[in-house]
């Protein structure tokens, strides 16, 4: 079982706030990702990181941000939380050798008002 | 048009039936082939991967993957009402830009007692 954590599961916050997903793994995996998922929809990448220091955007347009100040640790920030942003957020992480074989925790439900 | 078209269902079967999903896909560069599967309201696990075509085995679960035919399946033997979950099938090449994977909207397979 992958030992990758995600808190808070659930968030509700009203609009303008600024909220932080976080995310951890034990594994020691260099690659951390950031993936949305609305509801029935594919998972689309927001964000990725190869190691510390290393910080891309993904495929889908986001209006967050991401940090990769330690290995474990890949939070993600929204300064301004809107609307558009309610859907689910889900961490995963891989090894270098084997990029492909993602491992994901069990996602961030945000619901902004 | 999508690049990984996958059917959403549901799917609804009899316990100890052959469960039978597949996805289709556009891009000839995908070579890394995964299945996922994803309860409510948790992050996906991966189930099975494949590099290039043939198939593969793990218990009740045999991944297949035709290239010629951009084709995947997994099926899915004596089903089990805990096998009923959304399936995800995923897609990767070498040179996908940080190793993203491209997903499709998944199944949603309910076995029966």
């Known amino acids: 079982e992958a030992d990758i954590y995600q808190t808070p599961r659930y968030l509700v916050i009203g609009t303008g706030k600024k909220i932080t997903l976080e995310c951890s793994q034990t594994m020691g995996h260099d690659k951390m990702y950031w993936y949305q998922q609305d509801p029935g929809m594919e998972l689309h990448l927001i964000h990725y990181?190869?190691?510390?220091?290393?910080?891309e955007k993904g495929d889908l347009s986001s209006e967050s941000t991401v940090s990769r100040i330690r290995t474990e640790h890949f939070p993600l920030t929204l300064e301004s939380a809107r609307p558009s942003h309610t859907s689910q957020y889900l961490c995963a992480s891989s090894e270098w050798r084997t990029p492909e074989t993602q491992y994901f925790g069990p996602g961030t439900r945000l619901l902004v008002l | 048009q999508k690049e990984v078209e996958q059917d959403p269902g549901p799917l609804s079967v009899p316990e100890g039936a052959i469960v039978s999903l597949n996805c289709t896909y556009s891009?000839?560069?995908?070579?890394?082939f995964m299945w996922y599967r994803q309860y409510s309201r948790k992050g996906p696990e991966l189930l099975m991967y494949t590099y290039s075509s043939g198939n593969k085995e793990d218990g009740r679960f045999t991944a297949q993957v035709d290239k010629s035919s951009k084709y995947i399946s997994l099926f899915i033997r004596d089903s089990q009402p805990s096998d009923s979950a959304t399936y995800l099938c995923?897609?990767?090449?070498?040179?996908?830009?940080?190793?993203?994977?491209?997903f499709g909207g998944g199944t949603r397979v309910l076995v029966k007692p």
């Open positions: 891009n000839s560069a995908f070579q890394y």
């Open positions: 990181s190869y190691g510390v220091n290393s910080t």
């Open positions: 995923a897609m990767s090449s070498i040179k996908a830009a940080g190793n993203k994977l491209t």
